[in-house]
């Protein structure tokens, strides 16, 4: 059976739903079978039609399901991009991580593969703090950690955050594709190790 991996993205202007979709495409490529899902949007509706680029981005998004504790209990492991808002990740993030109760108490959480990546709009506006607090939550979870760190010549060339990539917001360029491919390739190996 191949290693199941849910890439769990939220995406305000369509950095984070880029990266999903190259996690996506690396994940498959490793012999994966991925779902790609974004968390629901818990912005008020005036707030969202209130600025073009954010409204157009959640239409781009409308043929994505939305996250469901289904899709974290179906999953070997996790490839998770998010923005970082004020130093830690996005609220919407936060509020589907909100819902997960059932699951961790059960113990569904559990050695299970997870890695992070993120944008901010500044290079030094929280990228590392946000991948961090992702990796605590995924520590309550009792899942396993699959961080980059320096295991690939590309964190040389991508800004070098060891916890994972991370970026300003805009398309992916070829390194940020190559250093994407990298995290979720070495996600889908560990968390294969992890289900023998």
């Not at 495409?25 to 012999?31: F, L, N, P, V």
């Not at 113990?107 to 944008?119: D, E, H, I, M, W």
């Not at 991370?166 to 594709?177: M, Q, V, W, Y």
Request: one cysteine or more; a negative charge; hydrophobic letters at 35%.
């Amino acid at each position: 059976m191949p290693t199941k991996i849910t890439v769990l993205f939220y995406s305000t202007y369509g950095t984070n739903h880029g990266v999903a979709l190259e996690a996506v495409r690396a994940a498959e490529a490793a012999g994966a079978e991925v779902r790609l899902r974004r968390c629901r949007e818990t912005a008020p509706a005036d707030v969202v039609n209130g600025q073009d680029a954010w409204r157009e981005q959640v239409e781009k998004m409308q043929d994505i399901p939305e996250a469901t504790l289904d899709d974290m209990e179906w999953a070997d492991g996790y490839f998770i991009s998010v923005p970082t808002r004020f130093g830690v990740p996005a609220s919407q993030f936060r509020a589907f991580v909100d819902t997960l109760g059932p699951l961790w108490q059960s113990g569904a959480l559990a050695n299970k593969a997870v890695t992070a990546t993120t944008s901010a709009q500044n290079t030094h506006g929280g990228q590392e703090t946000t991948i961090q607090s992702v990796y605590v939550t995924a520590m309550h979870w009792g899942a396993v950690i699959v961080a980059p760190g320096y295991a690939n010549p590309i964190k040389f060339e991508d800004g070098g955050n060891p916890y994972g990539y991370s970026c300003k917001p805009g398309p992916l360029d070829e390194t940020g594709r190559k250093s994407v491919t990298f995290q979720a390739q070495r996600l889908v190996e560990y968390a294969e190790k992890l289900t023998r």
